[in-house]
Antibody, heavy 123, light 106 residues
Framework: QLQLQESGPGLVKPSQTLSLTCGVS??????????WSWIRQPPGKGLEWIGY???????YYNPSIKSRVTISVARSKNQFSLKLTSVTAADTAVYYC???????????????WGRGTLVTVSS | EIVLTQSPGTLSLSPGERATLSCRAS??????LAWYQQKPGQAPRLLIY???SRASGIPDRYSGSGSGTDFTLTISRLEPEDFAVYYC?????????FGQGTKLEI
């Protein structure tokens, strides 16, 4: 059974960089059949897709935060990472990593999710 | 960006009743739409993909329909564990998006 697990600091100061890692177990990230995504959810609010990477390291980001986001993959460790720069209180959210099913190389739905990790931006 | 509008915002029903949730897209997404269920403190769970295909392990009381801009999630006979928040998600463009959610409450 595929499992994803987010890890990283739960508290980040404003203007600093948020860094999270998602460890994947029970399956390999090397398959080209999937992309690997980050999604976030501010407390009490809805879901926002941040971006995803494929097995080769190609990335696709939400245009609304593209200028601050970097997603990278470490296939040898079976994990991928998120960096979000210049954070503000508006970036406080539960951050989820998820596997993205692909059809003909196009991203579709999220079929496996991590449990999520709350990141609070505060001084 | 494609905007998804879900209605109603909150749906109050009782176990055994039928629930009908709506998701409308600001432009056509063909059948590139999924539905997720989220319970408090948990990650979303995939219910329906490609508008009408049930994900693995999802009971057959859940069904999805629609294409283009109008989609429906139907729960035929509500069980106590069905009370949660439901999100639609479109992947018809390179930048996917979610609806704001419908809360299904007792």
């Amino acid at each position: 059974q595929l499992q994803l697990q987010e890890s990283g600091p739960g508290l980040v100061k404003p203007s600093q960089t948020l860094s999270l890692t998602c460890g994947v177990s029970g399956g390999s990230m090397s398959s080209g059949a999937y992309f690997w995504s980050w999604i976030r959810q501010p407390p009490g609010k809805g879901l926002e897709w941040i971006g995803y990477t494929d097995h080769s390291g190609s990335t696709y980001y939400n245009p609304s935060i593209k200028s601050r986001v970097t997603i990278s993959v470490a296939r040898s460790k079976n994990q991928f990472s998120l960096k979000l720069t210049s954070v503000t209180a508006a970036d406080t959210a539960v951050y989820y990593c998820a596997r993205t099913f692909t059809t003909f190389g196009v991203a579709t739905y999220f079929d496996y999710w991590g449990r999520g990790t709350l990141v609070t931006v505060s001084s | 960006e494609i905007v998804l509008t879900q209605s109603p915002g909150t749906l109050s029903l009782s176990p055994g009743e039928r629930a009908t949730l709506s998701c409308r897209a600001s432009q056509s997404v063909s059948s590139n739409l999924a539905w997720y269920q989220q319970k408090p403190g948990q990650a979303p769970r995939l219910l329906i993909y490609d508008a009408s295909s049930r994900a693995s392990g999802i009971p057959d009381r859940y069904s999805g329909s629609g294409s283009g801009t109008d989609f429906t999630l139907t729960i035929s006979r509500l069980e106590p564990e069905d009370f949660a928040v439901y999100y639609c998600h479109q992947y018809g463009t390179s930048s996917c998006s979610f609806g704001q959610g419908t809360k299904l409450e007792i």
